[in-house]
């Protein structure tokens, strides 16, 4: 994605930078990348950049054979790209993993008074609601006051869409559980929040003797039908048998928006770029339209771009960061080959 303020001569174009590597497992944060391969040199440059920043944002995708170091192969093609054909200064962020690492590095640049850069390139993971970086803690709390214990963590992995992790559980019902989540729960909270969830559903399975009454009484094979074939009947099986335990926990999961965060993020791209400066999303997706119908916003793609934030909802992410930096925006795909990795 390309973003330029609505005062420079030149209508704004944007840019997916998609590179094609291993097939992505489609969800809320991420769609396949695919498409064909063309050339770096036939796209149509507006104006001639002097200075350059890429950001390669290292991410390996969840449950796959990924090197999280993938997005420094196009930001090299990029650097040789800029240098070779502009004789560009090109000034690359190295070691970006979460969202504190690249503000730490945006303030060294301003510090240092090197921004205004005429293309600031983002290269990794997109979602609907913008780039995707590792989950970074925002808050990790473990409270018991009585026999009431509350387990809560929030995490980031888009710049202004937290995700939280509540977890209520009686720390007299079952002790071993108990013990479990107070000498464990710093570690609960490092996991991803699906994972964690299943580890936990898991334990109360190991740990919470079941209702043999109620187990005779409604759990029967004929009971469950006969029309059932195997799988099937083993699925409910364990589905009444979990209703026959006593619930050890209550677990609940949800995303808030945190309207300073996002803002705090258009901010550092705003002061990167000059004021008729480009900034580029290149990612899986970062301007993907978003579905018309979905059961509920709450758990859909786009959590964030169809709020009202900025003057929402929006189509695409790009165009909510285009209003929140009072720029425009407009789509343009570009796919190429990958090159041997340069940066270590």
Sequence with gaps: MRV????????????????????????????????????LNQWPVVQSPK????????KK????????????????????????RFHAEVVSLRNIRSWDDYYRGVN????????????????????FDGPVLKRAEILQDLTIKGSAGVLSYASETQPGKQQIFSLTYDVSTNKSFSDYITNNWRELTQMDPNVASRELHEMKDRLQPIDTACVDRYCKAFRLGSELD???????????????????FMLQTREEIRPERF??????????????????????????????????WDNAPGFLIQSKLVGGPFNTYVHMFASASKRVAKNHSLYFKPKPLRYS
């Design 230 to 248: 195997e799988a099937e009947r083993s699925n409910k099986m364990h589905i009444c048998q979990d209703i026959c335990r006593t619930p050890l």
């Design 51 to 58: 200075r350059v920043l890429l950001v390669p944002l290292l």
């Design 263 to 296: 803002f705090h993020f258009a901010d550092t791209l705003t002061a990167l770029a000059k004021s008729d400066g480009l900034v580029f999303f290149g990612a899986c997706n970062p301007g993907t339209s978003s579905p018309d119908r979905v059961s509920s």
């Design 108 to 127: 060294q640049l301003l510090l240092k008074q090197e921004a205004a850069f005429d293309r600031v390139i983002l290269i990794g993971h997109g979602g």
């Design 4 to 39: 330029m303020k609505t005062k420079a001569p030149l209508l704004l174009l944007f840019l997916l930078l998609t590179y094609a590597f291993n097939s992505l497992a489609e969800d809320n944060d991420r769609l396949l990348c695919s498409g064909h391969f063309t050339n």
């Design 61 to 84: 995708q969840e449950d796959s054979n990924e090197d999280e170091r993938w997005p420094e192969n196009p930001a090299a093609l990029l650097d040789d790209f800029y240098r070779q």
